[in-house]
């Protein structure tokens, strides 16, 4: 988003990001507050860099904060809610972006594996919207965006657990934008693609290479290129736009 | 600004979503070059723009390629480049395919069939195939076309349906030719829109269509240009090949 922008879209919104301190949840959450809003981020262990977070939210003059939470805990879930509605007066914007991978072949797979992955990526998704879904009913308003994943829509060798995790939250989304749309509250999907996060970055070279081939565009996807996306759902610029689930990909799906 | 100094065609722009682009993309700083039959219909697009805006109104019949060849050299030649194009233009003309009334057989005739076809399916490629000239050379670009929620399926419109289910083909097809050039090409689909296409459906049948609306509402043409916007701002630039249904959330789990 260009500085131009800023406060437009989102000014004095009081957003959650799960996994905020981190990749594209960090991209996310820097650009929500760059476009106005009050972000609070959650952690599991190590606050180090979800206070890093916050403090590059307030140099933004929003107001930002960290909660321990773990994603899969639904008590967490409705604690870190109710802390942010205290914090921020309101809630307004959900954006489940917490997630792993515990990649293997379906033979080789542990049952741990599994139950870590479907816990955090689809569990997790549907702790938060619990517990945002009854504010956003009675408010008359609200936006949800889910990051989901191309490889939940296209299935991907040796992640089972995560295409079932990442399928199943784009499923969520389409059910809960029919539940939740006679109360105006907006539910969406983005499913990035390869991105340039840490974690990419730290993927072997064969691995990129793999997805370079198919990525139209010719290049990596940037974290910020999908924060755009989901600062742009969350406004209201994307009013009438809801159960979708947008490739950010440069057409890498297609 | 989102778009400062862009240069943008846009089809269609003498009425409804076209016009509500027009002014958008006006305030946004890009330079238009407004595009119809309907020389009265750009007349008042223009009223509604800023005394600053940078415009150029164009007739032009988009199934005719002389007359889109010169819409695109007139952006050209008036602004130097083209950076965008908005394929809006298109028409209904409804009627049942094949009926049989009292033993008489009614038929959907050729001419109906045919300018459908020939307005929203070969124009939306025309005008794409040489626009494309001067964004290939220039190595950027975006396309966006209009699909409709239309093409889905819709009694007593199987022309327009077919027309518009064409242009989700046409579109990915052009995103996989034109990536390698950094041209994005992507589709808004809209549901029912207040605009001059629907103002003549009657009352019982826009009463079924808002019951299966999730937001129980019609868009305003101005919800639509704001998705025109986000297809052609830096907010999407690693989309492509993407449709997006604007439709109050009547396509989800279609």
């Given at each position: ?167 199943g939250v784009n499923a969520l989304t389409k059910t ?79 | ?172 097809t052009l995103a996989l030719e034109w990536a390698r ?74």
């Open positions: 988003m260009t500085e131009t922008n800023k406060k437009l879209l989102l000014s004095g919104k009081a957003a959650i990001v799960t996994g905020g301190s981190r990749g594209i949840g960090n991209a996310i959450a820097l650009d929500l507050a760059k476009n106005g809003a009050n972000v609070a981020i959650n952690y599991r262990t190590s606050d180090k860099a979800a206070k890093e977070t916050v403090k590059k939210i307030e140099a933004m003059g929003q107001k930002g904060l960290a909660v321990q939470a773990d994603v899969s805990s639904f008590t967490d879930a409705q604690n870190m809610t109710d802390t942010v509605v205290k914090e921020f007066g309101g809630l307004d914007i959900l954006v489940n972006n917490a997630g792993v991978n515990r990649d293997g072949v379906i033979w080789k797979m542990e049952e741990e594996q599994w139950d870590e992955v479907i816990a955090i990526d689809l569990k997790g998704t549907f702790n938060y919207i619990r517990a945002a879904a009854p504010i956003f009913k009675e408010q008359g308003s609200g936006k949800i965006v889910n990051v989901t994943s191309i490889n939940g829509l296209r299935g991907k060798f040796g992640q089972s657990n995560y295409t079932a995790a990442k399928g809960v934008a029919r539940e939740l749309g006679r109360f105006n509250v907006n539910v969406n999907a983005v499913a990035p693609g390869l991105i340039e996060t840490e974690m990419v970055k730290q993927a072997p070279e064969n691995v990129r290479e793999m997805a370079l081939a198919e990525i139209l565009l010719g290049r990596l996807g940037q974290p910020e290129e999908v924060a755009w996306v989901v600062t742009f759902l969350c406004s209201e610029q994307a009013r009438l736009i809801t159960g979708e689930v947008i490739t950010v990909d440069g057409g890498q799906y297609l | 600004m989102l778009l400062k100094d862009k240069v943008v065609i846009i089809t269609g722009a003498g009425n409804g979503i076209g016009r509500a682009t027009a002014v958008r993309f006006s305030k946004e700083g890009a330079k238009l070059v407004l595009a119809d039959l309907d020389k009265e219909g750009l007349k008042t697009t223009a009223g509604e723009l800023g005394k600053s805006a940078k415009f150029t109104p164009v007739e032009c019949n988009v199934t005719i390629r002389d007359e889109v060849q010169k819409m695109v050299d007139t952006a050209v030649e008036k602004f130097g480049q083209l950076d965008i194009l908005i394929n809006n233009a298109g028409i209904n003309m409804d009627g049942l395919t094949t009926r049989i009334k009292d033993g008489e057989v009614k038929l959907m005739s050729d001419d109906k069939w045919d300018a459908v076809i020939d307005v929203n399916l070969k124009g939306t490629w025309l005008c794409s195939q040489i626009a494309a000239v001067p964004m290939i050379q220039q190595k950027s670009g975006r396309i966006v076309n209009t699909s409709s929620i239309g093409a889905l399926g819709n009694v007593g419109q199987s022309n327009y349906a077919a027309s518009k289910a064409g242009v989700i083909g046409l579109t990915k050039y950094n041209i994005a090409v992507n589709c808004v689909a809209p549901g029912a829109t207040k605009t001059q296409m629907t103002a003549g459906i009657p009352d019982k049948i826009l009463e079924q269509f808002l019951g299966r609306i999730p937001f129980g509402r019609m868009a305003d043409p101005e919800e639509i240009a704001a998705v025109h916007l986000f297809f052609s701002s830096d907010m999407a630039s690693f989309i492509t090949g993407q449709v997006l249904f604007v439709d109050g959330g009547v396509s989800v789990g279609v």
